[in-house]
């Protein structure tokens, strides 16, 4: 990996951010390429997401709804091991996330003046599920689980189909169709890419007559012709966010372990070519260390071509700092989508951040862990966006509702406060609203 010496430099935020390697996509670029899809689901439905998948992708499912059946076989031929697998996951996801639910509150202003706050799910949601090169199960975990906690009442699955001439004979992956039949969803959509979203957003008509219903919020990773078409839908749709590249930091000072480090570095590089790993170091032996193990590892990688080109991109390097104090500093600029702390004190480190998607702490909370079986979501922000935004969870799919509920006499005390501030705005009227409930 590259390596950046920030050592005996100011270390400003704004040095930093435009020091740290940071690669990700242009969405802008794209969008003008996924309008027309967008516009054409939109217009004529399923016809069109059927068409645009067997155009990019030489498939095309008979109907875009997946048969109950076919899901009921899909669980049924699951292999034991992954079964009991998804099973943990998912157990241990549903209890992390149900701590993680909302309580009405309400509060009492004066005799007769409440406000409460009303935690309302929303209502449908879709939930994208990518194919590409890696299978997602652990998706549909980390989707569901929360959507189902807060309380979604309808849920639908979209993910792409897989070759006909294949085993999976147009289908999603039979995994993806397990997953979501173990988590007791029944609706699952055979369409990928830019063209499931939009179809999520607008619906339509399947080709037997069933209806495709619209839903509120999109929620899910994809690839950047998924983030531009969830870009263009959030006018008619709710979405979580836009998804970049994947991303680790490591912040590590000289009791890491560097074949730990290297492991870790490596197991998010696999995701793809674009995919951001960083190490931030105090020592200067580890980071040797951590490149001579790399090279190492690299050797008995399965996605060696894929891995390489990914610790070799702009997006990943080594980052040397002065102190762990720096090294705070820097990560916190950095804002990762996953930061693992592999220090002295780790713990004492980790509350120290501000500005990570996810933290996991000391030598056995490997990345990997989140991505399973954690209970933790897997699902983050990405590209610095960890500065101001959370991962999915279980408020993702609430509402909160302000109920505002006062009598004759609790107005009346306040109309004179409402009048003079709707006056000193120029908006007389909005007093006059009050004013007349009080007219003898």
Same mark, same amino acid.
């Given at each position: 990996?590259?390596?950046?010496?920030?050592?005996?430099?100011?270390?400003?935020?704004?040095?930093?951010?435009?020091?740290?390697?940071?690669?990700?996509?242009?969405?802008?670029?794209?969008?003008?390429?996924?309008?027309?899809?967008?516009?054409?689901?939109?217009?004529?439905?399923?016809?069109?997401?059927?068409?645009?998948?067997?155009?990019?992708?030489?498939?095309?499912?008979?109907?875009?709804?997946?048969?109950?059946?076919?899901?009921?076989?899909?669980?049924?031929?699951?292999?034991?091991?992954?079964?009991?697998?998804?099973?943990?996951?998912?157990?241990?996801?549903?209890?992390?996330?149900?701590?993680?639910?909302?309580?009405?509150?309400?509060?009492?202003?004066?005799?007769?003046?409440?406000?409460?706050?009303?935690?309302?799910?929303?209502?449908?949601?879709?939930?994208?599920?990518?194919?590409?090169?890696?299978?997602?199960?652990?998706?549909?975990?980390?989707?569901?689980?929360?959507?189902?906690?807060?309380?979604?009442?309808?849920?639908?699955?979209?993910?792409?189909?897989?070759?006909?001439?294949?085993?999976?004979?147009?289908?999603?992956?039979?995994?993806?169709?397990?997953?979501?039949?173990?988590?007791?969803?029944?609706?699952?959509?055979?369409?990928?890419?830019?063209?499931?979203?939009?179809?999520?957003?607008?619906?339509?008509?399947?080709?037997?007559?069933?209806?495709?219903?619209?839903?509120?919020?999109?929620?899910?990773?994809?690839?950047?012709?998924?983030?531009?078409?969830?870009?263009?839908?959030?006018?008619?749709?709710?979405?979580?966010?836009?998804?970049?590249?994947?991303?680790?930091?490591?912040?590590?000072?000289?009791?890491?372990?560097?074949?730990?480090?290297?492991?870790?570095?490596?197991?998010?590089?696999?995701?793809?070519?674009?995919?951001?790993?960083?190490?931030?170091?105090?020592?200067?032996?580890?980071?040797?260390?951590?490149?001579?193990?790399?090279?190492?590892?690299?050797?008995?990688?399965?996605?060696?071509?894929?891995?390489?080109?990914?610790?070799?991109?702009?997006?990943?390097?080594?980052?040397?700092?002065?102190?762990?104090?720096?090294?705070?500093?820097?990560?916190?600029?950095?804002?990762?989508?996953?930061?693992?702390?592999?220090?002295?004190?780790?713990?004492?480190?980790?509350?120290?951040?501000?500005?990570?998607?996810?933290?996991?702490?000391?030598?056995?909370? /490997?990345?990997?862990?989140?991505?399973?079986?954690?209970?933790?979501?897997?699902?983050?922000?990405?590209?610095?966006?960890?500065?101001?935004?959370?991962?999915?969870?279980?408020?993702?799919?609430?509402?909160?509702?302000?109920?505002?509920?006062?009598?004759?006499?609790?107005?009346?005390?306040?109309?004179?406060?409402?009048?003079?501030?709707?006056?000193?705005?120029?908006? /007389?009227?909005?007093?006059?609203?009050?004013?007349?409930?009080?007219?003898?």
């Amino acid at each position: 990996m590259a390596r950046i010496d920030l050592r005996g430099t100011e270390l400003s935020a704004a040095r930093l951010r435009s020091a740290l390697p940071r690669g990700g996509v242009d969405v802008d670029t794209v969008v003008p390429k996924v309008r027309p899809i967008v516009d054409a689901v939109a217009e004529r439905g399923a016809e069109a997401a059927l068409e645009f998948g067997e155009s990019f992708d030489g498939v095309r499912p008979a109907q875009v709804r997946v048969p109950t059946a076919q899901l009921d076989s899909a669980l049924e031929e699951l292999p034991s091991d992954i079964r009991t697998a998804l099973e943990v996951a998912i157990d241990r996801a549903r209890a992390v996330h149900a701590d993680q639910c909302r309580t009405d509150s309400t509060t009492t202003l004066a005799p007769g003046a409440t406000v409460t706050e009303r935690w309302v799910p929303v209502e449908r949601v879709g939930l994208y599920v990518p194919g590409g090169n890696a299978v997602y199960p652990s998706s549909v975990v980390m989707n569901v689980v929360p959507a189902q906690t807060a309380g979604v009442e309808s849920l639908v699955i979209a993910s792409p189909p897989q070759a006909q001439s294949g085993p999976y004979q147009g289908l999603p992956h039979p995994t993806i169709l397990a997953a979501a039949r173990l988590l007791g969803v029944d609706e699952v959509w055979a369409v990928g890419g830019a063209q499931a979203v939009a179809l999520l957003a607008y619906g339509g008509v399947d080709t037997d007559g069933g209806e495709l219903a619209p839903v509120d919020m999109i929620t899910g990773p994809g690839n950047i012709y998924v983030t531009a078409a969830k870009r263009i839908c959030r006018s008619q749709v709710g979405i979580d966010a836009e998804a970049g590249p994947t991303e680790i930091a490591i912040l590590a000072d000289h009791t890491a372990d560097p074949v730990h480090v290297a492991a870790d570095l490596i197991s998010q590089a696999e995701h793809d070519e674009m995919a951001a790993s960083v190490l931030v170091t105090t020592s200067p032996e580890l980071a040797d260390a951590t490149d001579s193990e790399l090279a190492k590892q690299l050797e008995t990688t399965v996605h060696r071509e894929r891995v390489t080109a990914a610790l070799s991109g702009k997006q990943s390097a080594t980052v040397l700092v002065d102190d762990l104090d720096a090294g705070i500093r820097t990560v916190n600029a950095y804002a990762a989508e996953h930061l693992e702390i592999q220090t002295v004190d780790a713990r004492d480190v980790a509350r120290r951040i501000r500005s990570a998607g996810a933290i996991f702490v000391g030598a056995y909370s /490997p990345v990997s862990l989140g991505d399973y079986c954690a209970g933790s979501n897997h699902v983050l922000p990405t590209a610095g966006c960890a500065r101001h935004s959370s991962g999915l969870s279980v408020q993702t799919f609430l509402r909160g509702v302000h109920v505002v509920d006062y009598d004759e006499a609790a107005l009346k005390d306040v109309s004179g406060y409402v009048i003079t501030l709707a006056n000193a705005e120029n908006l /007389p009227s909005h007093g006059e609203a009050v004013r007349r409930r009080f007219e003898t």
